[in-house]
Structure formats: C-alpha cells, structure tokens
C-alpha cells in the first residue's frame, strides 16, 4: 500500500531537465555526427527521441536513435515483473560511434549492465556513456551516469516512478513512499 505520493519533477521540470541534458550531450560530443542516443526500453525509448529532438533544435543536427530491448541480457530475471520484449531497433553500426544509452531511472545499476552486454552484439563502440532521467543511488555495480537529470537520494522501499506522455499520457516524475 502506498503511503504518499511526492512530485519530484512537474511537465515543466521534465522539460527544462531534457533541454539541460540535451545541451551537455552537445557539448560533451565533438562529433554529433557519430553520436547515437540508444533509448532503454520502455521510456528510455522516448526520452532519447524527445533528446534528439532538442539536440537538433539547439545544433540544426540530427542525430541518430535507437531503441534497444535489455530483457535477454538481465541476470536478475527472477526478481522482476517480465513483459514481453520489444524489438531492437538500431539503424547503424555502433563501431566506433559515440553511445549514451539513455534511461529513465537507474538504480541498481543492473539493466544497465545488461544494455552493455546488448550493445557488444551491435559492434564496438568507441565510447558508451549513460545518461539517466534520474539517479535515485543503491547500486549494486560500479556504475555511474555521465549526464543526469536529478540526483533523488531515496530508501530502498521507496519508488521513483517516471510517467511520460508518449507512453502514459502525461509527464510526471513521482515518489511514492509505502
């Protein structure tokens, strides 16, 4: 049973977060021609295309989006709810490309561990960089995000759940408290 439900980030917040990162992606990338935004289904799928929107809006570039399904590649398969998996879509070869796997929310740091097994079938990137809506800590393996929207210092029993227009009809960034 929930106990409360707190807003971290509002519409707006979401997108003058998005518009932020999507400026350090820009500047980080000495080449936005080699870069691809790979999206972690299921909303990091829409956050990398809504940061590839910006990026062009801010540079007048495209970049290139992918989508790329995890499931297969988790090694805690036991302990999550299972869907059925999504298609992978990447439209070019990750050698020698400029990677941020984008997410919505990292934790544990275990799916994300997971998309760089998936990535490694895809080719041999020159740079893997990870970019999270929000970094809520408790990791389990040494990872950390180059670009992050919101640090949330959070309790173990405690969700952060990130609701996104495209997918839930509306943008919201929640905890919510048992």
């Known amino acids: ?35 691809v935004l790979l999206g972690i289904y299921t909303r990091g799928v829409p956050l990398a295309q809504q940061l590839a929107t910006q990026i062009k809006h801010i540079e007048q570039q495209e970049v290139t989006v992918g989508a790329i399904d995890i499931t297969f590649y988790r090694d805690d398969l036991d302990k999550i709810q299972m869907r059925t998996p999504e298609r992978t879509e990447i439209p070019v070869d990750l050698t020698g490309k400029t990677v941020i796997l984008v997410d919505d929310v990292i934790y544990s740091g275990r799916t994300i561990r997971a998309a760089l097994n998936a990535v ?5 990137p020159e740079i893997v960089k990870l970019l999270a809506l929000v970094d809520r800590g408790h990791r389990q393996l040494p990872i950390h995000p180059d670009f992050v929207g919101k640090v949330l210092p959070t309790a173990k029993d405690e969700k952060v759940k990130v609701y996104l227009e495209s997918v839930d009809g509306r943008n919201a960034v929640e905890l919510r408290k048992f």
């Open 1 to 35: 049973m929930i106990n409360q439900i707190i807003e971290i980030l509002s519409a707006d917040e979401i997108r003058r977060t998005l518009n932020r990162l999507a400026s350090q992606v820009v500047e980080e990338a000495p080449d936005l021609s080699s870069v």
């Open 120 to 124: 490694a079938e895809y080719g041999r």
